[in-house]
């Protein structure tokens, strides 16, 4: 009776549901067999190697998926920076430069076209934004995708109302859906996130893109690409979508810093960078109302002039999809071009939107720096 009564008289009062986590490269818990199978299946073809006659190229980045997303294990990020680029007018918006060949340059070409004395793709004089990008993580992208739209939108604030100076806003995808994944947030989906990486980075059609991406958008010599499109089905892009839909999220480090994590709320981090969230209901109970880490709001925010590169049909300069910070400790270079080295740099670097957290740390005492630095590095 007494523990019924303390029920009723704490109300609304829950006890939050454990969080979800795995080791780096895991399944998710709770998968069926039928879903660890596909994980597995989907984890080898994302290992394979692709060749030229197979539909490689003939421009691309690398042959297999794992070599952009190999760190600290398959799905993991990457240490190799691609090249992306655009260009941007304030009155006309984003140019992804499609024509010339689109906003992701190729460093490679197959042995025909280096035969044949062609180049890989250069930088075109249109492109008034450069910037190279690090790949980023994909633990825990089931997850993500198994947020409500209301999960993300309810932190949304774009005309700041509030008044607390931070007017994170929804990317929004070519088709007007909400866009969750990527750095820029340009896709909904993690098939859709997927399928363009196989076109883009290994340079393979699919059912929805039969058509060969031209190198700065010049024809292709006959002879350059012997494999009939599309060069990967439908199939192959579940098998791809499922292995990352089910990898599961970090944990973080057994040396967590509870003083450190205050003072990354004092400062106002957690505004943005959301410790954790729930899925919605699913009928995968792998992704029904799971709890996880994930430290972002996968909102867009003003990041300032530091971070102002390029630009997407959905983002302007300066404007970044929240980056997870989900493991962090893995990683030795931050940012989306990697160019800092360490969190102090990260976070100096940090404008736009989150200057009034910048501005506070470096008001912080050395010590409480590096009890935040311990956080972060626990992640």
């Known amino acids: ?42 984890r080898a073809l994302f290992g394979r190697a692709f060749t030229p006659g197979e539909g ?49 340059l190729q460093s490679v070409i197959v042995p025909a076209m280096r035969e044949a004395g062609l180049q890989p793709e250069r930088i ?12 980023p993580s994909l633990f825990g992208l089931g997850l993500v995708g198994a947020l409500s739209e209301e999960a993300i939108l309810s932190r949304s604030d774009p005309e700041d109302l509030d008044g607390d100076g931070i007017s994170g806003r929804p990317g929004i995808d070519p088709d007007g859906r909400l866009a969750r994944f990527g750095l820029r947030a340009t896709h909904a989906t993690i098939d859709s996130f997927i399928e363009e990486a ?14 060969e991406m031209l190198p700065n958008g010049e ?20 098998l791809l979508s499922d292995y990352v839909r089910f990898l599961a999220p970090t944990e973080p480090a057994t040396t967590h810093d509870p003083v450190g994590e205050e003072i990354f709320r004092d400062l106002g981090c957690a505004e943005c960078h959301t410790p954790t969230m729930t899925t919605a209901s699913n009928d995968n109970p792998a992704l029904d109302r799971k709890r996880f880490r994930i430290y972002s709001d996968l909102l867009l925010h003003d990041m300032g002039r530091e971070l102002a590169d390029i630009c997407t049909p959905g983002s302007v300069p300066g404007e970044w999809r929240t ?40 008001r912080l005492s050395p010590a409480r720096k590096h009890r935040l630095v311990v956080f972060l590095k626990s992640l």
Do not use: K
């Open 56 to 104: 490689l190229g003939p421009i691309f980045n690398q042959a297999r998926c794992v070599s952009c997303h190999d760190l600290p294990e398959s799905g993991g990020h990457g240490a190799e920076a691609v090249t992306r680029i655009s260009h941007y007018d304030p009155d006309t918006g984003c140019d992804p430069l499609t024509r010339l060949g689109g906003s992701l």
């Open 1 to 42: 009776m007494r523990v019924l009564l303390l029920l009723a008289l704490s109300g609304c009062a829950s006890i939050e549901a454990p969080l979800i986590h795995g080791e780096p490269g895991t399944p998710l818990p709770g998968l069926t067999e039928d879903q660890l199978l596909r994980f597995r299946e989907g």
């Open 219 to 238: 024809p292709l010599p006959p002879g350059m690409d012997p494999a009939p499109d599309p060069e990967v089905g439908d199939a192959e892009i579940g």
């Open 323 to 362: 980056t997870p910070l989900v493991g962090l400790r893995f990683r030795d270079a931050f940012l989306h071009h990697g160019q800092a080295l360490d969190f102090t740099m990260v976070i100096e670097m940090h404008g736009g939107e989150a200057s009034p957290a910048r501005d506070a740390f470096n």
């Open 124 to 135: 075109p004089r249109e492109a008034s934004g450069v910037t190279m990008m690090i790949p």
């Open 198 to 211: 196989i076109r883009v980075e290994m340079g393979l059609t699919t059912p929805e893109h039969p058509d």
